[in-house]
């Protein structure tokens, strides 16, 4: 699958969200690749590589100003957004399944009704291998700072901010990938 033309459709070359975007789609690539060798896990490097590359696609759409987002949808909708993008791109669902369930830990319909999220109520869980390699592996890259990878206590404390069901889920993927 050629998912860089797609990246080019809604990413401009030359733009700063363009260069957050690759590098940061480009670490976690690198990272969910390095595991997935580590691990022996059966998943063939170029759908771990697509996967990795397009799960952001929908932060385009999305108001996030200091990374340069000036879309008018709120941030944590980028996920439910790039699946959408995806799917209308004609991209096999598992990259869409990817893009759609990467947020947090993963997102339940109680968790978004309890928090007022901007989110239909419903389970957005990473469940496939795929799914749950890319959501570990983007949780050690932001968007902003130095975009250097974070340690396991960074990751951790981040996670827990979410509450006790998302700090639960990120330890289930760092006894599956850690």
Same mark, same amino acid.
């Given at each position: 699958?050629?998912?860089?033309?797609?990246?080019?459709?809604?990413?401009?070359?030359?733009?700063?969200?363009?260069?957050?975007?690759?590098?940061?789609?480009?670490?976690?690539?690198?990272?969910?690749?390095?595991?997935?060798?580590?691990?022996?896990?059966?998943?063939?490097?170029?759908? +771990?590589?697509? $996967?990795? *590359? @397009?799960?952001?696609? %929908?932060?385009?759409?999305? #108001? !996030?100003?200091?990374?340069?987002? =000036?879309?008018?949808?709120?941030?944590?909708?980028?996920? +439910?957004?790039? $699946?959408? *993008? @995806?799917?209308?791109? %004609?991209?096999?669902?598992? #990259? !869409?399944?990817?893009?759609?369930? =990467?947020?947090?830990?993963?997102?339940?319909?109680?968790?978004?009704?309890? $928090?007022?999220?901007?989110?239909?109520?419903?389970?957005?869980?990473?469940?496939?291998?795929?799914?749950?390699?890319?959501?570990?592996?983007?949780?050690?890259?932001?968007?902003?700072?130095?975009?250097?990878?974070?340690?396991?206590?960074?990751?951790?404390?981040?996670?827990?901010?979410?509450?006790?069901?998302?700090?639960?889920?990120?330890?289930?993927?760092?006894?599956?990938?850690?």
């Amino acid at each position: 699958m050629d998912y860089q033309s797609i990246i080019d459709r809604y990413y401009p070359a030359g733009t700063p969200l363009r260069d957050i975007y690759m590098r940061h789609c480009r670490a976690v690539a690198h990272e969910a690749i390095s595991i997935a060798r580590a691990k022996g896990l059966e998943l063939e490097p170029g759908v +771990v590589e697509a $996967a990795a *590359m @397009l799960h952001d696609i %929908g932060i385009t759409a999305t #108001f !996030a100003p200091s990374i340069h987002c =000036h879309g008018a949808a709120p941030y944590i909708t980028h996920g +439910v957004i790039g $699946a959408d *993008m @995806l799917r209308a791109e %004609g991209v096999d669902e598992c #990259f !869409a399944r990817v893009a759609e369930r =990467h947020t947090g830990s993963g997102l339940t319909a109680d968790e978004i009704l309890q $928090a007022g999220l901007p989110l239909a109520p419903r389970d957005y869980l990473p469940e496939t291998l795929l799914e749950r390699l890319i959501c570990y592996a983007d949780k050690f890259y932001s968007k902003s700072g130095d975009m250097k990878r974070k340690d396991m206590a960074s990751v951790l404390r981040q996670m827990e901010r979410f509450g006790p069901g998302s700090l639960r889920r990120f330890e289930a993927l760092v006894s599956e990938f850690g």
